[in-house]
């Protein structure tokens, strides 16, 4: 299975390969070293404005068999008011971003569309992260890559030199913030109002 982080561009920034078929989205997710760099505070701050609100810390838009962590962004399974239904709407087509990268990547490589058995494991993993290096190159050098675009800095490592106690003290402050549901419930609700007061749609009245 391959776990993978796409924006709209088709750049892929995340990709994690070697689980088993088998295993579901949860399994890849507790496997992934997505979260590793924000666990150990070393992961890019990327400042952000929602409407007044501002923001440093990226998020993904995910389905809904993802656990409501702050780095997560859901629609909702059950909608009942127009503003909701218009997030969940656009959060979902932005979500198809990923699966079109999929599409590209085995468009592109028509060795990820053959057989593999005949490959060891370790083959394998090397034949995606090529694949996949070499797709983003290719979105580089056609100038469509909206990463140049984008700021954010690196933050100072404060863990050098601290003790093995710091570390596992600063590891578990940072679990606790990616896992807080308050924190993904705020930031939903905040998308869904700035969506909605600048929805493309005129005819829809506020409630």
Not at 147 to 153: I, P, R
Request: hydrophobic content about 40%.
């Amino acid at each position: 299975m391959l776990e993978a982080v796409a924006s709209y561009d088709n750049w892929i920034w995340h990709a994690y390969f070697g689980m088993a078929g088998s295993n579901n989205d949860l399994n890849v997710l507790n496997a992934s070293p997505l979260f590793d760099s924000l666990l150990t505070d070393t992961a890019p701050q990327v400042p952000y404005e929602i409407g007044d609100v501002d923001f440093d810390r990226g998020y993904y838009l995910a389905d809904g068999i993802y656990p409501s962590w702050a780095s997560f962004v859901k629609g909702f399974s059950s909608v009942v008011d127009a503003k909701r239904k218009y997030f969940t709407k656009k959060q979902s087509a932005a979500r198809k971003d990923v699966e079109r990268t999929f599409g590209i990547l085995q468009g592109r490589w028509g060795i990820l569309r053959q057989r593999a058995r005949a490959y060891s494991v370790n083959a394998i993993k090397r034949i995606m992260y090529a694949c996949i290096i070499l797709h983003n190159m290719i979105i580089e050098d056609n100038g469509f890559n909206i990463a140049e675009n984008k700021s954010y800095y690196l933050p100072v490592n404060n863990l050098q030199g601290s003790t093995w106690y710091e570390r596992c003290d600063v590891y578990a402050e940072k679990t606790k913030e990616l896992r807080d549901k308050d924190e993904h419930e705020y930031l939903r609700h905040t998308l869904v109002s700035h969506l909605w007061h600048n929805r493309d749609d005129p005819v829809v009245n506020d409630l």
